[in-house]
């Protein structure tokens, strides 16, 4: 079964930039996937960020961003606050009719 | 204001069986589908399952495949998930979830499984 592939931990400086990326173990990312982003913190109930490849959902601040970068896709935070110290998943949507998650990316701000 | 409440986990011994109910509150399961996923302890998430809102399933993960079932009552407004021959390995919270666009929307709370003797 494919695997989907994502950093595990990232760190990042107080107004600094990081991108995430999410990658398949066999084949490209394409918008066909319909990449989405999730972030959680240790305790709380998932949040969705970004469904779409790009689009921000609501009351989501817009340092967030999607995108695809080569055969990725990638999650990208501009302006890195310490509220935004998280776990962060992406899921894309196969062909075969499922969703999979990556394993996640644990963000550290400091 | 959409939300969803999860119930029905507990403690069940390996090879026992559970049925999760979500209900979901801001709207109908015959207008929206709903997702269950998963989160183990100390691990990351897992999709489960997805209901159409026509009552339709999508294909179901390896993982538990053949031993869980979505289900759901529409007079209820509740979509359901049987699992059967549970492993320890299943045990995780439970969260339902609003489907957007294919992708997760809205979230509950969860409920917690614990597969253990």
């Known amino acids: 079964q494919t695997v989907v592939t994502q950093e595990e931990s990232f760190s990042v400086s107080p107004g600094g930039t990081v991108t995430l990326t999410c990658g398949l173990t066999?084949?490209?990312?394409?918008?066909?996937?319909?990449p989405s982003w999730y972030q959680q913190t240790p305790g709380q109930t998932p949040r969705t960020l970004i469904h779409?490849?790009?689009v921000l959902s609501s009351g989501v601040p817009d340092r967030f961003s999607g995108s695809i970068l080569g055969n990725k896709a990638a999650l990208t935070i501009t302006g890195a606050q310490a509220i935004d110290e998280s776990h962060y998943y992406c899921v894309l949507y196969m062909s075969s009719g499922i969703w999979v998650f990556g394993g996640g990316t644990k963000v550290t701000v400091l | 204001q959409v939300h969803l409440v999860e119930s029905g986990g507990g403690v069940v011994q390996p090879g026992g069986s559970l049925k999760l109910s979500c209900v979901p509150s801001g709207f109908t399961v015959t207008d929206y589908g709903v997702h269950w996923v998963r989160q183990a302890p100390g691990k990351g998430l897992e999709w489960v399952t997805f209901i159409r809102n026509s009552g339709e399933s999508a294909p179901y993960p390896d993982s538990v495949s053949g031993r869980f079932i979505v289900a759901r009552d529409i007079s209820r407004n509740t979509i359901y998930l049987r699992m059967n021959s549970l492993r320890p390995e299943d045990s995780a919270v439970y969260y339902c979830?609003?489907?957007?666009?294919?992708?997760?929307?809205?979230w509950g709370k969860g409920t917690t499984v614990t597969v253990s003797s």
């Open positions: 066999s084949g490209s990312v394409s918008t066909n996937h319909y």
């Open positions: 979830v609003k489907e957007g666009n294919y992708y997760m929307d809205v």
């Open positions: 779409s490849t790009y």
